[in-house]
């Protein structure tokens, strides 16, 4: 069984800046992609930033604002949010795409969910 435990988020006021990280834990052969979502409320689930094939992803939204790290040998991956806004006031998701070993195929793994809410 893989874990996904994110820390970090809170209330922040507009312009301010967040950090998230997020751990994963188990047994795990290797990770593909691992990244962030968010689901704000009323909305879906979105994507907010991923490490897909080795080359980071962001939403629109979120460039230039938002940078995506990953440490490959700890199995982490990190979500450094600058110049927030109150748009961004969602609950933030860690994802990861594991395989736990040779034989099975690869699965998405989700945290808990982190509150983030920007202020205005």
């Known amino acids: 069984q893989v874990q996904l435990l994110e820390s970090g988020g809170g209330l922040v006021q507009a312009g301010g800046s967040l950090s998230l990280s997020c751990a994963a834990s188990?047994?795990?052969?290797?990770?593909?992609?691992m990244g962030w979502y968010r689901r704000a409320p009323g909305k879906q689930r979105e994507l907010v930033a991923a490490?897909?094939?080795?080359?980071?992803k962001y939403a629109d939204s979120v460039k230039g604002r938002f940078t995506i790290s990953r440490d490959n040998a700890k199995n982490t991956v990190s979500l450094q949010m600058t110049s927030l806004e109150p748009e961004d006031t969602a609950v933030y998701y860690c994802?990861?795409?594991?395989?736990?070993?040779?034989?099975?195929?690869?699965?998405?793994?989700w945290g808990q969910g982190t509150q983030v809410t920007v202020s205005s």
């Open positions: 490490i897909i094939r080795g080359g980071p």
């Open positions: 188990g047994t795990i052969l290797s990770i593909n992609d």
């Open positions: 994802n990861a795409r594991v395989r736990t070993d040779r034989w099975s195929t690869e699965y998405d793994c």
